[in-house]
């Protein structure tokens, strides 16, 4: 069964019991930097740290961090980014999915949000 978290930095973790995860930014997330134009994403095989800034967002209006929710390897980025950044707008929870990563530590995910903390976050 996945397990889905949130973290203050507006990311969201779906975690696999394999110690799998797939990591990306929330809609609020999207919302708030706009129309996406680019997106760099990390390697695959890249070690992250959790809370290193891994890959550059930017929007027509800004340009932000995806900071890692949680620690682990890079095993897959979303290549479709490349040429469609703009499908982490239509879809930020689905297809635009940033990267799948294996966890180091799946303890780390006690730290994230459960949805509703991180929906009343916002408020």
């Not at 129309?35 to 695959?44: G, H, M, S, T």
């Not at 932000?64 to 979303?78: A, R, T």
Request: aromatic content about 6%.
């Amino acid at each position: 069964m996945s397990t889905i978290g949130f973290s203050e930095d507006h990311e969201w973790v779906v975690a696999e019991e394999d110690g799998t995860a797939l990591i990306g930014i929330t809609d609020y997330a999207q919302e708030q930097l706009g129309e996406l134009v680019y997106i760099e994403l990390p390697a695959v095989g890249d070690e992250l740290d959790k809370g290193d800034a891994v890959a550059v967002i930017e929007s027509v209006k800004s340009a932000s961090d995806l900071i890692m929710p949680v620690s682990g390897e890079v095993l897959e980025v979303n290549e479709e980014l490349d040429a469609d950044p703009g499908k982490v707008n239509e879809d930020a929870m689905g297809a635009g999915w940033f990267m799948k990563v294996k966890m180091n530590d799946s303890s780390e995910l006690d730290d994230l949000m459960d949805e509703a903390t991180y929906m009343q976050s916002l408020d």
